[in-house]
């Protein structure tokens, strides 16, 4: 593996060599997606009497909004989305390493897809698809990282109630290398894992300003390369509200995992006799607001907190508190999305290699800027930071990203 040091150069060569990587089909990762979507939507818009919907319609249908009415016409079979994105970029640590930080450029896509299905009125039924990835210039080990998501939505509303009853289907592809260096492994590997979950759901609307869902999660991941292949199980509860002045969401998650072959540990790191399973409960509070006062407008504002319990000696539990803030802005053509969170997780038996208890503290910021260059075409600027402080040096490390490209909408 080459290594590239912190001289100030800018990764100019990328831009005059990602053409000969598109040659050696270093994008085939992203082309089942592009066949797949880009034939389904040349099938969909041959459909007649093709219908859009307003942004805040599709906004209620995918949020569970039951404010909105069935639609009364008929005719509507799909109604086919898709945002396309391209650009390139350049990132400091994309490995996330705590000492060798690796500096590369890349060039990055992404492809989302959005399907809904229209039968009866007390149906609603929805596809979506997601890909995004990146190819790296100097990573010859790991030249790319990608996530594929793909949901299907199907619910059920009995005339004249105010339940409905539904199901998801998810699955999600993930593959990231990371640099491990510090863990006596090799400097680096990639995390590959592949998750489905099933969601059955009921949800009432209580009033006219508040609702309430209650779902029951089944979820199984498997790792292609490391052993933490586990089950998941859980239920969860979200109740949603609205008033004049903001909208609002509570959470609360209780979910069990069961590892297939990480072994269970006592509080001072020594393997104990099992197989480990932990069992987390997730609380969060969220607040909405569209300011809609000069440049300001959508704002959010997340406080979570979550707890992890082991059944073995404690070596794992923590208590993790998180808040994050977005704020979007219209400054004249540009559409600025800001976000900032941070979280602080502590253990509460894992000590360091000094003898104190292990703590970690994380920090994320990001910057989105975007302005309509065409119809359905927009050119975007994009930063993301993420660091995490620790009293282990092995957990210490920052990383940024930043790219440019064009966003187009179908």
Known sequence: M???QRDGSKPSRFCTSWASHIVKNKFLFFLPLFLALFFLGVLLKAEDDVEVFTDEELRKMLFGDNALEPLEKSKIKWLPSYTLESGIGFSDNPLY???L???ATFWENSLEGFFLIESLPEYFTYLYLYGEGKIYEELPNHQTSSIYLGQFEHAYTPSGSNHTFG??????HYDQGFDFSDLGLPY??????????IIPYVSKEISANLSATFQILLGREDFQTITDDNEERGIS???EGSSDLFNWKFESEYVEKKYEERSRRDWDATELAGILETEKVNLALTFEKDLDQGPLKDSRFK????SLRDDGGGYYDYEKLSLSLQQELLVSDFKIEFSLGGGQTRYNHRLTDAGEIFKRDSLASGLSINRVIAKNLEAYFRWTREQDFSNARDYEYSSNFWSIGVAWEI
């Not at 199901?167 to 999600?172: E, I, P």
């Not at 680096?188 to 979950?197: N, V």
């Not at 406080?303 to 979550?306: P, V």
Request: proline content about 3%; charged content about 30%.
């Open 188 to 197: 680096s590997i990639s995390i590959q894992s592949d998750k489905t979950e």
């Open 237 to 239: 509860l979200e109740i």
């Open 101 to 103: 930080e690796e500096e």
């Open 2 to 4: 080459q290594y590239t």
């Open 303 to 306: 406080l979570s907190r979550i």
């Open 97 to 99: 390493g705590p000492y």
């Open 167 to 172: 199901f998801r289907v998810r699955y999600t």
